[in-house]
């Protein structure tokens, strides 16, 4: 069954190609999922209002009533080795690319939450953090934006984390960073395109940016159709793939991008650690990691 989109901030059309037609994947009733006619993406359609989409996020990610509850606690426990594993990863990638001129490496986390991934940015910072030697030369100077004033305030009241309750496009033009992050980001954002635009202007030249969003060609979402976790999420405004991802970062402007298979990041151990790398190597993962970067000074635009 076929959808076309009225175009309106409920039924928006296709925010890589502009695309109003699509094919119904999912039809959940009060929304369903639609494959774009024109270049492949997923997406929801229609989306909760702004309002219904704010009721949700404090139901479900961000609230005093959850941090009251320990949940916040439960999901820093939980989730360590994953955000230690980006932290440990954005700085790999930083030390071969020779970012920050020999001194710290300036990283915005987009998207910041509660803050878990920039508390491993300062842990691997610190004189018994980093590398096997137990030091690091290029420590991460990491801070945050988040739209959630509550989430904020637990990370810089709880975590001690230089974090700023603001959106993107109110971000000074003036600031730039050698590294921009969002973890878990581009899917929940109204104009994933405009975003990748801004990070981009935000970045130092030579730049880079980790884009981790989940995957519509995950393996369990063709065991699972219509209730793969990613689907159920009213939050979950975009559904990527390899090829759509990696188009929406090339046409933002960014070059050299490419996807980070990489060991490791959960709680897996033994042959199940090796069935998740397999799975991100043939791209089946629950998640994408892309790499993207800016030219370099040295390099003229193209």
Same mark, same amino acid.
């Given at each position: 069954?076929?959808?076309?989109?009225? &175009?309106?901030?409920?039924?928006?059309?296709?925010?890589?190609?502009?695309?109003?037609?699509? #094919?119904?994947?999912?039809?959940?009733?009060?929304?369903?999922?639609?494959?774009?006619?024109?270049?492949?993406?997923?997406?929801?359609?229609?989306?909760?209002?702004?309002?219904?989409?704010?009721?949700?996020?404090?139901?479900?990610?961000?609230?005093?009533?959850?941090?009251?509850?320990?949940?916040?606690?439960?999901?820093?426990?939980?989730?360590?080795?994953?955000?230690?594993?980006?932290? #440990?990863?954005?700085?790999?990638?930083?030390?071969?690319?020779?970012? &920050?001129?020999?001194?710290?490496?300036?990283?915005?986390?987009?998207?910041?939450?509660?803050?878990?991934?920039?508390?491993?940015?300062?842990? =691997?910072?610190?004189? /018994? &953090?980093?590398?096997?030697?137990?030091?690091?030369?290029?420590?991460?100077?990491?801070?945050?934006?988040? /739209?959630?004033?509550?989430?904020?305030?637990?990370?810089?009241?709880?975590?001690?984390?230089?974090?700023?309750?603001?959106?993107?496009?109110?971000?000074?033009?003036?600031?730039?960073?050698?590294?921009?992050? =969002?973890?878990?980001?581009?899917?929940?954002?109204?104009?994933?395109?405009?975003?990748?635009?801004?990070?981009?202007?935000?970045?130092?030249?030579?730049?880079?940016?980790?884009?981790?969003?989940?995957? /519509?060609?995950?393996?369990?979402?063709?065991?699972?159709?219509?209730?793969?976790?990613?689907?159920?999420?009213?939050?979950?405004?975009?559904?990527?793939?390899?090829?759509?991802?990696?188009?929406? =970062?090339?046409?933002?402007?960014?070059?050299?991008?490419?996807?980070?298979?990489?060991?490791?990041?959960?709680?897996? #151990?033994?042959?199940?650690?090796?069935?998740?790398?397999?799975?991100?190597? =043939?791209?089946?993962?629950?998640?994408?990691?892309?790499?993207?970067?800016?030219?370099?000074?040295?390099?003229?635009?193209?």
């Amino acid at each position: 069954m076929d959808f076309t989109a009225t &175009g309106t901030a409920a039924e928006p059309l296709c925010p890589l190609c502009n695309t109003a037609a699509g #094919r119904v994947c999912c039809d959940y009733g009060t929304t369903k999922i639609i494959r774009c006619h024109g270049c492949g993406l997923w997406r929801a359609c229609p989306r909760l209002s702004p309002p219904e989409l704010a009721a949700y996020y404090e139901q479900h990610y961000y609230s005093d009533e959850l941090q009251q509850a320990g949940q916040y606690d439960t999901w820093r426990r939980r989730h360590a080795d994953v955000w230690r594993t980006n932290a #440990r990863l954005v700085l790999r990638e930083a030390r071969r690319r020779g970012l &920050g001129h020999g001194g710290a490496v300036t990283v915005l986390d987009v998207g910041c939450g509660h803050g878990f991934f920039l508390e491993e940015c300062g842990a =691997l910072s610190l004189p /018994t &953090g980093g590398d096997a030697r137990g030091t690091t030369s290029v420590p991460l100077v990491a801070r945050g934006i988040d /739209t959630s004033p509550q989430a904020v305030k637990y990370a810089a009241e709880e975590l001690k984390l230089d974090v700023r309750a603001m959106p993107l496009d109110e971000l000074p033009a003036a600031e730039r960073y050698d590294v921009i992050t =969002l973890w878990g980001v581009l899917e929940h954002v109204p104009q994933p395109l405009r975003t990748m635009e801004q990070v981009r202007a935000h970045l130092n030249p030579g730049g880079m940016t980790w884009v981790m969003t989940p995957n /519509t060609n995950a393996l369990e979402r063709f065991l699972k159709g219509a209730q793969y976790f990613n689907f159920l999420n009213r939050s979950h405004l975009t559904h990527f793939h390899r090829g759509t991802l990696r188009a929406l =970062l090339l046409r933002a402007g960014f070059t050299n991008v490419r996807r980070c298979i990489h060991w490791g990041g959960g709680s897996r #151990r033994g042959p199940a650690a090796l069935a998740q790398y397999a799975a991100r190597w =043939l791209c089946l993962g629950t998640e994408l990691r892309f790499i993207a970067e800016t030219e370099s000074a040295s390099v003229a635009p193209r």
